[in-house]
């Protein structure tokens, strides 16, 4: 079973810290793997895609980066901001027939000010 | 943002009673998904459609069927609602002229069934 596995659940850091969202998928077929955020109540925001080919994409203080031979990819936040509070969801694209996406659990982050 | 509207965004509904949430997009984005979200289980796919009158069961496709006449249009209905279809739907589209895969959301529709 394809699985996407989000580490940690939840996060609290004090503002202007760095910080690091892991998140980690068991089929290496995927074609992209892609970065949202979710604030409450609301839908979801794309914040990065990778493509399977790439190894990492940056946006602003976001930075993604994608390892296919060992299942994992990180969202590293700079700065962090009280802003930044939300949950962050990844999601692996597989290619089965279709454009099907398998998401992880979410990290939710809180940002201290 | 990408524009997808989905309507109604909130609905009061009782048990047995039929339901119909809608998806439009002005996108032109050939594949169009139903999710729901719920605590404790995430992000579930419904059904979804690879094109007009193309469409597939997801994973949690039970109680619901979907009808896409036009691209910009797919429509998610629950024929008799029940009380474990309370939950935040949210319509996805991807596979736009960039060939990128990336999928993008609604702002979700919240149904709660008494």
């Known amino acids: 079973k394809q699985e996407v596995t989000q580490i940690p659940a939840a996060l609290s850091v004090p503002e202007g810290e760095n910080l690091v969202l892991n998140c980690s998928f068991t089929d290496s077929a995927i074609y992209n793997l892609q970065w949202f955020r979710q604030d409450p109540g609301k839908g979801l925001t794309s914040l990065l895609l990778i493509q399977s080919s790439q190894r990492e994409q940056t946006s602003g203080r976001l930075n993604a980066s994608l390892d296919k031979s060992s299942g994992r990819s990180t969202l590293y936040i700079a700065a962090s901001q009280p802003g930044d509070s939300a949950t962050y969801l990844c999601?692996?694209?597989?290619?089965?027939?279709?454009?099907?996406?398998?998401f992880g659990a979410g990290t939710r982050l809180f940002v201290k000010a | 943002d990408a524009g997808i509207t989905q309507s109604p965004r909130h609905k009061v509904t009782e048990t047995g009673t039929p339901v119909t949430l809608r998806c439009h997009q002005t996108e032109n984005h050939r594949y169009m998904y139903w999710y729901r979200q719920d605590p404790g289980h995430g992000l579930r796919l419904i059904h979804y459609s690879y094109g007009v009158k193309d469409t597939d069961k997801g994973e949690v496709s039970d109680g619901y069927s979907v009808s896409r006449s036009k691209t910009e249009d797919f429509l998610l209905t629950l024929e008799s609602a029940t009380s474990s279809q309370t939950s935040v739907y949210f319509c996805?589209?991807?596979?736009?002229?960039?060939?990128?895969?990336?999928?993008?959301f609604g702002e979700g529709s919240r149904l709660t069934v008494l």
């Open positions: 999601a692996g694209g597989i290619n089965t027939g279709g454009f099907k996406t398998i």
């Open positions: 996805a589209i991807s596979g736009g002229p960039r060939g990128t895969g990336e999928l993008f």
